[in-house]
Each structure stands twice: as structure tokens, then as C-alpha cells.
């Protein structure tokens, strides 16, 4: 009973925090929250967590990028193939 | 610990992972060169730059969101932070801590080349006239920040370069501060239409900046507006000297403002030293916080290069959090300025008072200011008051100690007035200029302040006094009073007692030896007690220093005028002391007052009586014919016959005659006066118009006098004929008549002469000359001299009709000048018909002595001669005497009644006349002869009516001539019924006179 109501109370938590999260618009999604949760649980400094989730971030537009450049060559291609 | 690294580790890989892989499926190598660097960061001994707690946690939420979003999604997080914090399962660090978080992530700046590519989209946006706003989450704060189309920016603002220019804080602070000094700069204009400086509008800036901004500018404007002020008074070659020290106490205080001034540039310049610095040591040690409001542009500008990398660093969230001087920012320069915008302000709303003011208005302004609540400006108020009065004591001490009156500028509050003749010196050639006193001197004081210099310059010009003289008097009182001020103002403060102190020493010590025996006369006052002073003082000051300074600066100017009073007070009184003492002792005050009254007013009735017996020859004549010099020996052999003889030569020297312009009817005796003649300081009370006065009193006393005097001459000549006609039985009754007629106008004259010259000239004389006595100063002198001239005009009714009585007065002042002319005339005409009398009296007379001489031959013939002669011509003589002797006693009775009935009307403002009344008719002869003729009057009145309302009866009801003529006839036997009755009942009356 009791760990069920923790869990549930936690559950509740995280969700306010993603509200907050999406108020300020961080964009952050729950299972991050979940995470970065219980990293300044376990006292990780939140500034050290604002620049991982930052350079994650960098390397997933590169990533991103990196595939469109690839998608477009891999329009073209087809395309000059066709020709 | 290991256990608790080997969590973290796992978390972090398991946040790298999940959150790689909405990008797809990550790579190892990304995954692990992520996972390094977040392990790195982590173990990085990093330290929140601030204080994580509850309410700097809202507080950072409150800014972020309000920037972006409305009032309400503010409320909602706040609302969720506080449920969280309710349900309680995360502790409160982590949770701040993961607000924290959550904050710095909200803030990422958008990537540089999504941004343009966002911006120059809505360029295009603009220009085709579309206005959907397709507003990307990133560059939301961008959005909410703008003003003005981007376009309209571009093209006018031609100072900046194509590109839009960040504006950086920096930039700001940079220009605010040339602001500060009245200078526009490239962002911040001066708006000539509403007086301000003001953020060029074109900028993008935050509207909180943009006020921060506007509200500092305020100050540069007032700051420009004082130093117009200065500038434009410093220029003017004849600013007055109250003035000039007025701009010279702003001028010191605007030195705490250039000294701020400095402040912030040399803050300014470390701030950009240190940030150099920093660089060049790797940037590491530097603290940027994010100017989260800075409009953020681009530019291109080479020369801003550096500009532009500190902008990078603020542009990114605060990653590198180090310890440092954060340099001034526009709310510390706000901060720092905002007493300074206080100050000012009520600076230059003084100077905007004072415009069109001058000399003692001045100060009545600035004290206005100095009891402003706020304690830090009403020091400095006082503090520019006891400036700016400087000048104006320094006039007031110079005015009472030397009577010099140094104002250039017509800045004090006494003002001489030009070409003002000795006699009305006093009186005239000094005013107060209501306007100049200042506000915190009564207007007691500032007459005072006058009256002293006045009095200086009075004894100086009018009354010839020895300037040395003088001198050494006012310095043996400046002296004493100097003692009393040292007695009051703090030893502390003596330097600031300009020169006058000193020059009061020089003056003893160099010139006036004799004043330092003086000083050694009074040891108890030069030694004694100013160390005793000093102790008390000094004991004050260690037990309160800290009240003692700011008492002495505040009460510096109090103490100054609290000096000055009493310095007012005690030269006042020793002036007006001295000024009296010449006046009385020096100038003979009083003698030649009582001068007046023995000879104009009549005092010495011996000297009168001469003057009129010896003159009543000359004046006789036409006044044409009369000459001054001829009256004059005549004037002093009468001086010489009376008593005055005994006075003293230099009043009978002033003894003099003033003939008026006659006119062809006069006779001498109608343009005759005396004068007094007064020399230069005794004019000032017995001015020229007090001399008129005395004359017109003169003349109405002159006239009764002759009247009085004409009537005892008739009473010689009816001595001389009543002896030489009691051979002439016939003619007894017309004399007897004669008699008793001037028995009644002497009656009436002595009763009224008894009335002036006792009741009042003698009663208001002794009053007067007590309260001249009793007189403080000059002024109530004058102002008792003026009131018993008043008085006496007043009383015996000869108030010209000025504006203090009204009309009936005025009234009864001619009415009763004419009655004495009038009476005079009756008199005269009196003497001369005596004269006329006597003379047929002696031609008949020296006939009947031809007679008597004849009967002594002839003693038979007496009787018939006797006979001869009463018959015919005495009969003439008797019948033309009964003429004259009717009108001349109607003419009297109808003044006189005219002159009684103005009596009881005004009788009842001036109870004095109540006795003259009463004299006049004491024994009620002319009630009752009044009431008679009233009542005869009455009755014939009554008989005349009935006789018409009986004549109308008749000839209304019984027609018939015989009962009107019946009626007419009881009338007239009525009539002379009383006529018979009345000339009796007078007879019986005069018998008893």
C-alpha cells in the first residue's frame, strides 16, 4: 500500500513537473524529467545537468541535419538515376 | 560513493541514451563522446550562482514567463510549484534545483542560422504585406520585445548600420552617462518638444529598460536645465549679489553630481579594462548575467568586434558563472542616481521660482524650500540659504552699524529714495520694500533694521552730528552687543562672522583709543565670560559631537539671524536712545513746542493782548496797504512789552508774521498770522503741514481774540457814554439795550474761548507732553505730536474735511468759522456803529456843552434848548438805534441758535462739548426763550389753522362775510397779544441780566 502510494505520488510529481517543464517550454518530454529527477536526486548539480541536455541536444540537430543532407542526396539520386 | 557514482553514471548513460534516441538511432561513438563529456560535467565542482530557494525560484519562473507569456501561465507555475512542493515526496533542493533546471533550458537562445533565416522570413512577410505572424518558440522573447516594424527601423535609422546593431547594456550605461552630462548621444536624443531626453523610439528596447533608461535621462535633463540656469545668470552683468551667491551654492552642490558623474565613468572604464583582462586571461574569471532584455541584433561592424563577443557570452546562458565585479549596470547607475534626481529636482524647481525674483525675494523663496520634509534636501537647503544670505546680512550689518547703504542691485529690503529735502528726511527718504523682506525676518525686525540706519543717517545729515562722533557711540554699542552675541553663537562659528567683528576691533584698537579704555572698563565682560561659554560648549560637543556638527550645520543660518536680532534689538534701542537724547537735549524739542503753544496758541495772554492793542491800527486798514516790516517792530516791541521778554532769544528770533494773500476785501486783520520758524531736525516733527495746522489754529484763536477784545472795547466805550449820557434820559433805554447784547455775545465769546484755549489746547498740551516723555523712539514722537494736533483741531472743530470725519463735521467746522466771522463782522460793525454813535454822541455833546456854555449865560434858556434838541433829533437818533440794535441782535440770536443746535449734534461724539453747552446756557435763559418762542410759534401756527380750517367751515356751511372778518380780527389781537407778551417777558429777562 504504502509503495503504491509513493510510486503514485511520484508519478504525480513528475507530471507537474513536466507541466511546469512545457510552461516554460523547455522541451523536455517525461522520461527525461523522470531522469534528470533522480540525477539532482542523487546531487547533480542542475547547471552540469542544463549543459548535458544542451550538448545532447547540439549533437541530435547535427544528427538531424546529417540525415537530411542525406534524405535530399537520396532524392536526387534516385532522380538522376531515373534520368 | 562509488555506489552513488555508479548511479549517476547509469542515469546519465540512460538520459543520453533516451534522449539520442528520438534522433534516431544514435551512434556509439556520439553516445560515448556524450557520455564523457555529461560525466565530466558532473564531476566539474560546479556551484550555482545563486542561492537556490523558494522564493528566487519563483522569482526567476515570474521573469521568465512574464517575458514571454501572460500574467496567468505566471499564476499556473507558481501553482504547480507549490502543489509539488505540498505532495512532498522530492525535497525542496531538488526541487528548486530542478526549477533551476528547468529555467536555464527555457531560456536557450535560438541557433544562429535558424534565427536569420526566421528573421529575414518575416522581411519578406512585411513586404508582401502579410501579417501572420509565424512566431517560432525560440525567438518568442525576440517577438514580445518588438516596438516598430523592423523596416521602418532600417530605414531611418541611419545611424546604425544596415544591419541592426545589438544594443548592449553597456552601450547603454555608456550613453546614459554622457546624458548625465547634458550631452545626446547616438541612442538617447533630446526631444526640444517635451524638454526631455528620451530613448530614441526606433530602438528595440524592453519597455523596463527603455523607462530605467528614460528615468536616469530625467536627471541629465534637470542636470542641463540648472546649468541653462547658471550659464544664463552668469552671463547677465548686473546679477544682483543675493543671486550670485544663490548660483554659486548650486554651483557647489552640482559638484556631488560631477563627482558621481566620475563614479560611474571610471567604472565604466575598469569595467572594460577588467572584461579586457579577462579575455586575455581566457575569459574564465567573468561573470556576465544575461542582459535578458537587450534588444539582440547582428551587425557587421568591424570596430565592435570585442563588443560583439561579450554579446555571444551574454547572449548564451550564463554557462561560465565566476566571482567579479559585475560594473555598472543601468539599475545600480539608476540606484546611485536616485537621490541625486531628488536633489535636483527641488534644485531646479528653485531656480524655476526664482526667475523673475530678486535680492530679499530670493531668499523668502529658498526659505519656502528649506522646510522640506525630506532631511538630506532641507540640509541642503540650509546649506544654500546660509549661502545665499550671506550677502544680504552683509548689507543689513553695514546698513545698522555705519548707515551705509550698499546695495548695487536694490536688493535690500530699505530703500533710499533720491533728492528728499532734510525736513521730510525722517519721514521720507527711507521705505522698506515689502516685497525684499525676506520671509524668515518678521517685518518688526526689518522696521527696526531700517529705523537704526535711519536714525544714523538722520543724526548724520539733519542733525550735524560729528561723524567721529557718532561713530564712537555706535562702536561702544556694537561693542557691548558684540559681547551678547558671543554669548549666544558658538565659539566654533566665530569665523564665519564676517568682518564685522573684526572691523568692530580694528576700529577700537586702531582709532578710537579711548574705546579701549572702555574695554578695560569692563573686565567682567571681555574675560570673564566667554571662556565660561567655551566650556559649556566644549562640554556639549564631547557629549554630542555627532548632533553638534549637524546642528551647527544646519542651525549656522539660524544662529546668524538670531545674531543679527539681537544685534537689531540692541542697537535699536540705543539708536532711538541717542536720537532722542540729541533731539530733546541737542535740539530743544520741547522748548520750542512750548514756544508754540505760549505764542501761536495762545499761552500768553499778555503777549496777545499787546500785540492786538498795538496792531489794531495797522490791521484796520486795507490788507493791500499793510507791510510785512512795518508789523515786524510792532511784533517785537509787544515781546518786548509782555512777559515773553523773558524767553529765551533764540525762540523770539524765530517769532514771526505771515501775511496771506489778501484779496481786495480784506482788511489786515483777516490775512494777519504768526509764525514759528523751526530749523532742520525739529522739522521732522513739526513738519510744514503741523505748522499749517498750528496757523489755521492760530487764526480761529486770532479771530476770537479780536472778537473778545472788540467787545471790551465797546465795553470802554459804553463806560465813557453810559457817564455822558446820563443827561440824555430818552436814550437810556437803547444803551441798556446795548448792554445787555454785549453782555451776551461777551458771554458767549468767553465761554467759548475758555473752551479752546483751557479744555482744550491746555489738556491736550499736558498730555502731549507726557507722552513725549515717555516716547521710545522718534517715531512715537512724531505720532504723539501728530495726535494733539489732531486732537485740538478736532476738538475745537476745525477739522479741514479730510478723509477722517465725515461731512457733518466738516460742517460744523465752517459753519462755525463763518459764525466767528460772522460774530467778528457783528462785532466790528458794533464798534463801528459805537464809533459812528459816539461820534454824533460828542457832536451833540459839544453842542449841548455850546448849550450849557449858553446857559451859563443864559440859565433860562436850558429847557428849551433841552427841548428843542431831544425833540426832532434824538428821535431820529433813537429810532435809527432801535434799527440797528434789531438786526445786529437777530443776526447774533440766529448764529448763535445755529451755532447751538450744531452743538447738541455734535455733542454727542464729543462729550467734552457737553461742558461748553452747559456754560453757555447755565442758568437757562436761552432753553427757555427758545422754548417760548417755540411755543408762540406753535400756537400762532395752531391759531393760523384753526382760522383756515374755521374760514373754510364757514364759508362752507355759513356764507356771510362778518365771521371771516370776526375771525381775521381775533387773530391779529391774538398776535399782538403775544407780541406784547413776548417783548415783556424779554424786558423782564433782560432786567434781570
Redesign the interface.
Known sequence: MNEDL?KQ??E??IT??K???D??????DQ???R???????????????????????K???Q??EE?KRNETQLLFQPDQERK | MSN?AE??SK??Y???R???M???K?EQK?LQ??FS??IQ??S?N????IELNEPNILDL?KK??SQ??SQQ?VI??TD??R??KK?G???LN?LN??????????G?PP?KPKYLTETSKRYQQKDTGIQTQTYS?TN?NFDQNKTEPIKDKNMKNGDFIENQPKITENMLVKEIIFVLQGIEGKMIHFDHETQTFSLSKRLEISRTTRHLVNKIAELGWIYTKIKKYLEEREKQNELGLIERAFCSSIKDEMNDYYQQISVFDSQVLDFNTQIKNNEINGGENLVLYPFTSTAIFYQKDAKNEQEKDIQNSIAS?P?V?LQGDTGPTLRRIYHQARPLISKFKVIAALTDAIKDQNGGAILSVIYNFVSHGDPEIKSMMSRILTKSSKPLFRIAKKWITLGRLDDPFNEFFVQANENVQKDVFWRQKYQIRDKMVPKFMSIEIATKIMVIGKSINFLKHCCRIDQKQLKHEIISQRYQSENTKNAIVPLQNTERQFSIFTEISEHMHNEHKPQIQFLHHNPKVSQGEIPEHKTERDFFLETNPIEARSEMELSQFYSEMEALENLVQKLSKKMNKEVLKIIFRDFKLLDHCTAIQNFILFGRGDFIFYLMDSLGEDLSRPANTIFKHNLLGILDTAVRQSSANDEDEDIIRRLDIKLLEPTSKDSGWDIFSLDYKVGSPINTILTQNAMKSYLKIFNFLWRLKRAEFCLSETWRWHMVSSSLFSHFPGIFPQLHRCYLLRNEMIHFIYHLQHYVLFEVLQCSWEHFLEEAKQAPDLDSVIAAHEEYLNEILDKSMLTPSSELHETALEEIGKISRNRIIDNQNLNEWETHRKLERQTQKLEKLQKMKKSKKIRFFSPQQDSIEKQGVSTPRTEKLVKSLNEQLDSIEIEFQLAFEGFQDLLSQYESSRPILRFLTYRLDFNEFYEKRMAREMKAARIAHTIQSTAKKSQHRTQKSYPGKKLVFHSAKDQSNKNDDFQNNLSDSLESFDSDN
Open positions: 509513493k505520488e511520484a504525480h510529481t507537474i513537473l507541466e511546469i517543464s510552461l516554460l517550454n523547455t522541451g523536455l522520461e527525461t524529467i531522469i534528470l529527477v533522480s540525477l539532482i536526486e542523487q546531487g547533480v548539480n542542475p547547471e552540469a545537468l542544463a549543459l548535458i541536455v544542451k550538448e545532447i541536444r549533437e541530435g540537430e544528427i538531424i540525415r | 552513488k548511479t549517476i542515469l546519465i540512460k538520459l543520453v533516451y534522449s539520442m528520438r534522433f534516431g544514435p556520439t563522446k556524450l563529456f555529461s560535467a558532473c566539474s560546479l556551484t550555482s550562482t519562473i521568465k514567463l514571454s507569456n501561465s499556473e507555475a504547480k510549484y502543489k509539488v505532495i515526496i522530492l525535497p531538488s534545483e530542478i526549477i533551476y533546471l528547468f529555467h536555464i533550458l527555457s536557450l541557433e518558440n518568442e546562458p554557462m558563472v
